[in-house]
T-cell receptor, first 112, second 117 residues
Framework: QKEVEQNSGPLSVPEGAIASLNCTYS??????FFWYRQYSGKSPELIMS????GDKEDGRFTAQLNKASQYVSLLIRDSQPSDSATYLC????????????FGSGTRLSIRP | ETGVTQTPRHLVMGMTNKKSLKCEQH?????MYWYKQSAKKPLELMFV???????ENNSVPSRFSPECPNSSHLFLHLHTLQPEDSALYLC????????????????FGEGSWLTVV
């Protein structure tokens, strides 16, 4: 079982709709969770971090965490073509606070 | 500008060469990381240096050798690499790793594209 799993996509969403990206993780003791966006040929940039169960909103982005189900998601409202990128889910490992494990990413495409 | 600067941005080297990647962070962070990103593979953590610990991924070959002289600088020394080592090498930093805090949020540099021929 992969430590952090994401559907590779591509996920195609019409402009203006809600894009929903999902991630599951295997380390039940993990306490820190992150979403990064990576454009082709660029390095990942942080979008959201979440540490507690529930929802966290920042502009058009909402991160959702459910530790019991070992599930974290990212919702993007009013999707724009500029949101087209690969979205990486990352989880802080329980064994080491420094060890952040990444999923393989979901490629999102927003169609006009 | 992310506050994490990597040089060189692009490097082509032969299998018998020795080269180094350099990373410098201007964020006042206490932990620095090397990640490897190959096509269609997840980001792979190679090394972590922090005040509390040094973490190594045991699957990283010895032809990659990290050096962290202080909390602001990190090097990755490369020698006798193989073509399959061609990838994007990302340096990152975080403030102070700590589970459940914002300290372990990591910020990436722009990466060094490495091609081994």
């Amino acid at each position: 079982q992969k430590e952090v799993e994401q559907n590779s996509g591509p996920l195609s969403v019409p402009e203006g709709a809600i894009a929903s990206l999902n991630c599951t993780y295997s380390d039940r003791g993990s306490q820190s969770f992150f979403w990064y966006r990576q454009y082709s040929g660029k390095s990942p940039e942080l979008i959201m971090s979440i540490y507690s169960n529930g929802d966290k909103e920042d502009g058009r982005f909402t991160a959702q965490l459910n530790k019991a189900s070992q599930y974290v998601s990212l919702l993007i409202r009013d999707s724009q073509p500029s949101d087209s990128a690969t979205y990486l889910c990352a989880v802080g490992a329980r064994s080491s606070a420094s060890k952040i494990i990444f999923g393989s990413g979901t490629r999102l495409s927003i169609r006009p | 500008e992310t506050g994490v600067t990597q040089t060189p941005r692009h490097l082509v080297m032969g299998m018998t060469n020795k080269k180094s990647l350099k990373c410098e962070q201007h964020l006042g962070h206490n932990a620095m990381y090397w990640y490897k990103q190959s096509a269609k593979k997840p980001l792979e953590l190679m090394f972590v240096y922090s005040l509390e610990e040094r973490v190594e991924n045991n699957s990283v070959p010895s032809r990659f050798s990290p050096e962290c002289p202080n909390s602001s600088h990190l090097f990755l020394h490369l020698h006798t690499l193989q073509p399959e080592d061609s990838a994007l090498y990302l340096c990152a930093s975080s403030q102070a790793p700590g589970q459940g805090t914002t300290g372990n949020t990591i910020y990436f540099g722009e990466g060094s594209w490495l091609t081994v021929v």
